[in-house]
């Protein structure tokens, strides 16, 4: 699985776009970008996922590069429920789903 | 509703006993993982299976042992518990190339 960075921490006032930026120089082309994020010791939730194209779904947006070696999870509008760790994760594709943890982002949003 | 769960949450035990941690999922993934996450730290792979007899060991696997006798059950073994093994423990399940979806956590402490 490829290595992604991210920074350790972010803020975001309540209301703006949260866009948290990932790495991932070493990804291979069948290797998928995953984000998860976890919210205090629950277990993680899974947020959207893609290979090439920009994605989309009711909870954010996933920006890919066109060399696919970074991406932006976009959450259009967050909320004060919105904070927590966000996981990148560069994986899955052959290896049938396995997927390396990193450390995450951990944003907060504020008032 | 298809869903996996996670039991016992809370389990506390003494060193040198062996524990059984249950995962159960009802979305006839193939694929399903076992996580453990420290205080401050992501998630680390334990073990995984692709399928009914099929396991494999993930980064930190010393310790724990699990089976696949269906599709739907993948325990985790503590063989001989140790306080280093203190951690939540976090299952998850998946088809091939698609998200993995995760379990609400047991909380295990070995005293």
């Known amino acids: 699985d490829a290595k992604t960075t991210q920074p350790p921490s972010m803020d975001c006032a309540e209301g703006r776009a949260a866009n948290l930026p990932c790495n991932h120089s070493t990804i291979s082309g069948n290797e998928y970008v995953y984000w998860y994020r976890q919210i205090h010791s629950q277990g993680p939730q899974y947020i959207i996922h893609g290979l090439k194209n920009n994605e989309t779904n009711e909870m954010a947006s996933l920006i890919i590069t066109e060399d696919r070696k970074s991406s932006t999870l976009i959450l259009p509008h967050a909320t004060l429920r919105d904070t927590a760790v966000y996981y990148c994760i560069a994986g899955g594709g052959n290896q049938g789903g396995k997927l390396i943890f990193g450390q995450g982002t951990e944003l907060s949003v504020k008032p | 509703d298809a869903e996996i769960t996670q039991s016992p949450r809370h389990k506390i035990t003494e060193t040198g006993r062996q524990v059984t941690l249950a995962c159960h999922q009802t979305?006839?993934?193939?694929?399903m993982f076992w996580y453990r996450q420290d205080l401050g730290h992501g998630l680390r792979l334990i073990h995984y299976?692709?399928?009914?007899?099929?396991?494999n060991k993930g980064e930190v696997s010393d310790g724990y042992s699990v089976s696949r006798s269906n599709t739907e059950d993948l325990p985790l073994t503590l063989e001989s518990a140790a306080s280093s093994q203190t951690s939540v423990y976090f299952c998850?399940?998946?088809?091939?190339?698609?998200?993995?979806?995760f379990g609400p956590g047991t909380r295990l402490t070995v005293t």
């Open positions: 299976s692709y399928g009914v007899q099929d396991t």
């Open positions: 979305w006839n993934h193939n694929n």
């Open positions: 998850a399940s998946s088809d091939d190339r698609e998200p993995q979806y």
